[in-house]
């Protein structure tokens, strides 16, 4: 493959993941959006995290469920206070290293 074939792969791939995010930036310029889905907007960084590592519980260590449950359990907390998504992953990684090298 040629270097112009390789830029211009990486030129449209760059449009295509640009303008679907700012379409909405430019029709909803100026206009707020309803508390309803304010609050349902809020809640999408946690209920994509949840899709993202809930299966992965299942498998974190073959032949025990136990180090899963207690990242998931540390996550739960930490989301639960309010914390921030990063602050959640973060900390359920920290509680979870915690734990194994506890044992």
Known sequence: MSNSIIVLTIIGMGLV????????????????????????????????LGALIFPAVFFIQEGSIIPGLVGMAAAFLIAFLG???IFVVLGSIAILSAYSWLL
Do not use: D, E
């Open 83 to 85: 914390a921030n998504v």
């Open 17 to 48: 993941t640009y303008i679907p995010r700012m379409i909405p930036f430019i029709m909803f310029r100026g206009k707020g959006l309803p508390p309803f889905l304010q609050g349902v907007l809020k809640n999408v960084p946690y209920a994509t």
